[in-house]
């Protein structure tokens, strides 16, 4: 667990590899709230954290998610069972996943396979309905006189909400804000790209919430993926650059398929994955990382893998797009 100022503390919900998945729990006089849940077997570790910090769990008033994809929300059901006052908030096309996940379940198993699901996410459980709150724009939720005011944040997902922490100047930034692992801080500075996972990606929303967080001064992000990061106006300027060269290196590879009436599938995936991949190796260079070649695809492997297939599904409802930049009309 990491301790950062204004009660806010990072905890390691241990998923895929030490420090990719974020759980933070926000502690104000007090009262309690997580942000994230990790997955279900994140969660004996917030538990631990509760009671390193000396809270009982009828502490905890509130369970934040930004959205339910299981790296953030799998484990909401468990833990919701072990805190007898909190109540999950969700935003209103995510609530009635998590009230009844079986949907979400069935369609991460037929990705995953049963074996790897169980072994990444483990059982995941329904909340019960009256226990969650479906949230709308503005609105905010009191801990112990400290708000967080939500925000509705679709790019990354529809149903994707950050949370901003009034007295900490603070956001609480989900998938909306990008990825930003520790490994590739140089000199204190901290570098972000963009997640484009599928299937709701949609790079002209995402560049949209990026700004609408951007306006509300945050001091701090706090990142699922991973942890404080500051600096926020440089790092949103590199997040639009990247968002917007994502979608034409997509855009470019589709229209070279079209062109010569190959079907869209025929080889894009590793025609991207190279393109994505050299994108962020420039941007990296540029920041300064000094990392090797094979140790920073190590650590975006998985995440670019994902990026280019959230690019392919959202090049797969754009048609007529795609079209356009085929037939040279795009401006």
Not at 231 to 257: C, G, H, I, S, W
Request: aromatic share 8%; proline share 5%; glycine share 6%.
């Amino acid at each position: 667990m990491i301790t950062y100022d204004n009660g806010i503390h990072a905890i390691d919900a241990e998923y895929v590899r030490p420090m990719l998945d974020a759980v933070h729990l926000v502690v104000h006089e007090g009262r309690a709230a997580f942000v994230e849940t990790g997955t279900s077997r994140s969660v004996p570790q917030l538990l631990a954290a509760l009671d390193s910090l000396g809270l009982s769990r009828d502490a905890v008033d509130w369970v934040f998610i930004t959205h339910v994809h299981l790296d953030h929300a799998g484990g909401a059901g468990q833990l919701l069972q072990a805190l007898p006052n909190a109540k999950a908030v969700l935003h209103p096309r995510g609530a009635p996943h998590m009230i009844d996940p079986r949907k979400l379940v069935d369609a991460s198993i037929a990705v995953y396979g049963a074996d790897a699901f169980d072994a990444l996410y483990g059982e995941i459980l329904p909340i019960a309905s009256e226990r969650v709150v479906s949230t709308e724009p503005g609105q905010r939720f009191p801990l112990a006189g400290r708000d967080f005011e939500i925000l509705h944040t679709p790019g990354h997902a529809m149903h994707h909400q950050v949370f901003f922490d009034r007295h900490a100047k603070a956001v609480f930034t989900g998938d909306t804000f990008g990825l930003s692992y520790r490994e590739f801080d140089v000199d204190g500075r901290a570098f972000a790209f963009p997640t484009t996972t599928p299937t709701q990606f949609d790079p002209d929303q995402l560049i949209d919430s990026i700004r609408r967080i951007l306006a509300l001064q945050p001091r701090a992000a706090y990142f699922t993926h991973y942890g404080e990061v500051r600096d926020l106006p440089r790092l949103a300027v590199a997040l639009e650059r990247m968002t917007r060269a994502f979608a034409e290196a997509a855009m470019d590879e589709a229209a070279k398929d079209e062109a010569t009436n190959v079907d869209v599938e025929s080889g894009l995936r590793d025609r991207l994955l190279r393109r994505i991949s050299e994108i962020l190796h420039v941007e990296l260079q540029a920041h300064g990382c000094t990392l090797t070649t094979q140790r920073i695809d190590e650590l975006l492997g998985l995440d670019i893998g994902l990026n280019v297939d959230g690019l392919i599904a959202w090049l797969s409802r754009n048609t007529v797009t795609r079209q356009a930049v085929a037939n040279g009309n795009a401006s």
